[in-house]
């Protein structure tokens, strides 16, 4: 594989600290990336405790293998967290103390121009995160048509220009690369606000490529079924469309946000919000992980018969 370009871990103490309520206890990291988080996790748990890191690309997986090292606390599984379910043993189910998600792309992938993620570099359009991804770029950008692809931009994206952009985009086809994609972009949008517009566009193509939305409701909805009660959920988001999921899933169990009320009228939830504030990283974190500045981490904990 190309050498793994190195990605700092966000939030790295408020993020471990907030998960681990016991240190003989079965954890994930959902989002293994280089291993940054796993390695921190490792380090505080016990010689009985144990870490499945999972993650859809590969060489995520080996390199924080080797990141990690031989630890036999450590359980890698390759596939996509929104099957969380079918890739933890079924002897784990209910019995895991902490869900870790870290969300999005690592710096690898977005710095690696054979992933095609970026418009600051040029190459293929692809932005699969893992090879089991159905869609790759290319298709979204050259075959859907208008209508799919001036909603993704303005759902996905939350790109005003939306209708603009997506029929700059099939006047152009076919368009090859990440390069050329931005280069269309750039020709229809406002200059003073063309580096923003160009991220939304390649965002929400992104998000449509690798299902996120779909894949972290999914994880949130399994999380119910694989964790313990008092088993934590910590989400580190880095745009509001996530924020939204995992913060009205955190209050309510569900995606509205609504908490459901029994026969007496009394509120009830599978799972509620640890900390009331929203986590974000200090100026000095930002100062060093620029990356860092859009992260947003929220916890939670799964009720007492809060089965889904
Ligand atoms: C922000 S990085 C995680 C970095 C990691 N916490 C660290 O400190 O090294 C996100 C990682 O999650 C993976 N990922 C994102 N969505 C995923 C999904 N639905 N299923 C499995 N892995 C996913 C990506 O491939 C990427 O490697």
Redesign the pocket.
Known sequence: MTSYIE?I??LLQESVEALITDKEGFYV??????????KEILKHLGENGRLYG????DE?LEA?SANIGDDPRFIPIK????YLTTLLPPQTHGQIAGILL?????TH?IKEPERGFSFQEDGPLDMR??NLSGVSAYQVVNEYDYEKLRDIIFHYGEEKQSRKIAREIIEARPIETTGELRDVVSSVVNKRFEVKSLARVFQGIRIEV?R?LE?LEN?MEHSLEVLKPGGRIVAISYHSLEDRIAKRFFKAGNFKGKIEKDFYGNPISPIKPVNKQVITPTKEEVSVNPASRSAKLRVAEKVEGGES
């Open positions: 990605h871990p966000v990291d959902g989002t293994l990336g280089g291993g940054g988080h796993s999972i993650d859809q690309d995520a924080a596939g996509n967290f929104g870290d969300l999005g792309v690592s992938q995160m893992g690798n996120e894949m994880v």
